[in-house]
């Protein structure tokens, strides 16, 4: 029988909302844009001649095909798909390449062969795990979208992974694996900008296999901007939390704090970001404790590039502030917002020995009334993967699944080795990649000394790398890039800080 030679039929490209204002508006982006479509465009006609191409928006070269959501631009596109060749029941060959954003780094080899093997094994959905958004298209069916359920409400590939055994599935896998990099080759926000136009500019036909010889060349262009921006707004807590390196420490800086005229001017310096980022009030303090935390939290939440602000409190008192503070925000600020609760034992005992008060009760009933003040998602009891509960985990689940409320089951700390040792399993991974934080975190105190590292408890063995409340955020983000070099590629006995005896570097926070 002779096999059935066929093509995709279209090349789909969605963009959602937040792309799309980005391709629109974003300068660095708009240096580029028709060199970008002129070569996406042409290596996908260099395996496909006759391929024509959609999209959602109105974009040169692309019929549009006007969609709301992803959904609904899928079911146009299915409108648009010619008759099946195959003349079988049981099988429906007509498909097309999908893309969510611009993929100017297309490897044309690697396309290619992807395709080869979507045909072969007559797969539905085609796509790679390890392989960076950019590098080849996803390859959907037309079975696979009439199988779409109506009204769905999340992205189409995440979608598809919670339903992964329903389909006839090609998983393409290409040496080497950079899933570890959570790397984003389409030009579709500011910080894959910065890495793509950069590559772009080098070898429109820059080829994947050198793609991990660049990042450790030119880490500079990996590490453009923070995404993390821990900041301690008081320093000072009125617990004693066995866990908290406040307890290992001089605390001489106890008192110290922001004022609300110096948060206008971090305001001010974040507001140069532009990619998005995540503020965590949190640190070595008490944020509650802070005599302006209401006017604080209102100005941070206003920053034009803010992802999430996150506060981690024990909610063990003066909670009226953050409860006073909750209700005078929009319902947008609102869907901002994240609170952390910081609550490692549901035993009142274990609760006095590990935080030094008699104030379980009163945690929980301000949960409660929490509750009635935020979106349940937006709310997060925290609990600490420590020996002293080990055996009541289950149980503290439990309790918070009644209530609707996440549970976040946190890794224990020891800075280093500098705290005492409280883990229960050690789960860091046998190989020692790059430090996740030196990557995209910036630890401000609350004296504005921003630490090299988190972890560094002890300021008079390593210094601060600067001030914010007197250099600038490009000045300080930019003077440890030498210390991440040296992570990068592997030399974490020559970075400086306590590497080696840290597990702190594979988690990421955003």
Known sequence: MTQLEYNPSYACLYLDKETFLFYKENTSFLKFKDQYLEVFQSKIRSLFPEILFLSNQNIFGFKELKSDSEFEFLNKVNS??????????DWDEVCFLYFNGLAPLLDVELTKNIWQRHKKFLSQYSYSENLPEGIIPRILTREFVQSLPNGLNQSVHDFFLKNINNYDVEIFFE???????RLNLCPNEPRAQVLVSEIFGKSKDFPYSKLLSFIH???NLYRSSPSWIELELFRGCELKCTFCPRQYTENTLDG?????D?????KSKLSGIESKFTICIGGMGEPLLHEDFSKIIHELLSLNNLAELIIETSLSEHEDKLFNCIELLSENEKNKLTIIINLTTLKEDRYNSIYGKKLLKKV????????????IQNIHAQILKILEVEDEVDSYFTFFEKKKINVIFQKYNSYAGSLEEKRVSDLTPLMREFCWHLARDFYIHA???VSLCKQVVNEKKIKPIGNIKNNSLEEIWKSPHINFQK?????????GLPCLNCDEWYTFNS
């Open 364 to 375: 929980l009933q301000n949960i409660d009334n929490l509750i009635t003040l935020l979106p």
């Open 447 to 449: 004296n504005g000394d």
């Open 217 to 219: 060349e030119n880490s």
């Open 256 to 260: 110290s704090k922001f004022s609300y």
């Open 175 to 181: 040496h080497p694996d950079l899933r570890q990099y």
């Open 80 to 89: 648009e798909l010619p008759s099946s060749k195959s003349a079988n029941e």
């Open 487 to 495: 992570s990068i590629l592997g030399k974490h006995d020559e970075t």
């Open 262 to 266: 110096e948060i206008l001017d971090l």
